[in-house]
């Protein structure tokens, strides 16, 4: 069956750094678009990047520059780089698999928490 299966998070102090990673398996990977979503507590759920089967990525806006989102399909893992941490990026990261015909996000991880201290 689809399993997504998120590492890497922790605990970081303002400015550092953090690699996610996402684990796929049950499925054919590479032909998908995954993306990554992060809620904080008191929160909505929100989308932060996501990258298609071809490897073009798009972002939350206010996110550009210091978060990247990357694949590899040999491995079946997608990746979200987060470097210059802030406070507000405390939040579980969950990554999601985007289904064809209907462009919902059909399948999600269970999340790794980002707690970012200042």
């Known amino acids: 069956q689809v399993q997504l299966i998120e590492s890497g998070g922790g605990l970081v102090q303002a400015g550092g750094s953090l690699r996610l990673s996402c684990a796929a398996s049950g499925f054919a990977f590479h032909i998908y678009r995954m993306a990554w979503f992060r809620q904080a507590p008191g929160k909505q759920r929100e989308l932060v990047a996501h990258i298609t089967s071809a490897g073009n990525t798009n972002y939350l806006e206010s996110l550009k520059g210091r978060f990247t989102i990357s694949r590899d399909n040999d491995r079946s893992t997608v990746y979200l780089q987060m470097n210059s941490l802030k406070p507000e990026d405390t939040a579980v990261y969950s990554c999601?698999?985007?289904?064809?015909?209907?462009?919902?996000?059909?399948?999600w991880g269970r999340g790794t928490q980002v707690t970012v201290s200042s």
């Open positions: 999601a698999r985007q289904e064809f015909y209907t462009s919902a996000y059909g399948y």
